[in-house]
């Protein structure tokens, strides 16, 4: 009977069994969260996929979007982004077998202008990652790190704070060492942006050698990603990692 032979056949030959037998789409709907919370849940599938497998992974924040592609990029995959409504979406197949222990976080951190490690030859220690001190100064000596959370210097007055800020930016140049960074977060982040008055000396700050790290989160909490002149965007694992191996945190 041609009914017989059809169930001899092979499942392959039978209408629909491509799609039957196709690995389901792993959906990571990561939609309202900052980073590095959907790094962390990308990382977490990809360790729990197999070689083939394919990943989705749904963002509605640019810098998020940014970060989870470097991740892929550097596990090997190419994944393919598109944009609608508002969303990002990062389609990608897992390449690797094993997914390195080193913590999502980390793919936070940018790419290019990120703060600079040690000199080479020097050993990794709890400065790595930040510039190194200046010829002359005392062996092991380690540059401060400045904090600016906010558009002026103080409280009080705000027009008060406001000049105070400028007169402090204009004068860190002045000090020895130089400071390796200055990390811009919370309202902060509004000085490295259009509009500053502060532009010209950050800047020139640039020039030495001092990285601006300015919190992406908070560009994006002030919609001011599009405005901003200096420095690197960064984020909380930067930000701490370079505090941390601060000599000394400066918070006018």
Partial sequence: MTGGRRSGMPDADLPGSEDENAMAVKTIDARGMLCP??????KKALEEMAVGEPLEVLLDNATACDNVRRFLQDHGSRPEEAQAGGVFTLRAVKTAPT???RPAEAWCAPVAGSVAGPAAGAAAGP???LAGAPAGAPAGARPPVVVINREGMGTGSEELGRLLIQACCNTLKELQPLPAAIVFYNAGVKLACEGSPVLPALRDLETRGVKLLV?????DFFELKAKRQVGTVSNMYD???????AGAVINP
């Fill in 99 to 101: 997914v390195p222990e």
């Fill in 37 to 42: 919370r959907p790094l962390i849940l990308v």
């Fill in 127 to 129: 400065t790595a990652g």
């Fill in 239 to 245: 930000i701490l990692q370079t505090l941390a191996g």
């Fill in 215 to 219: 919190c992406g989160t908070c560009l």
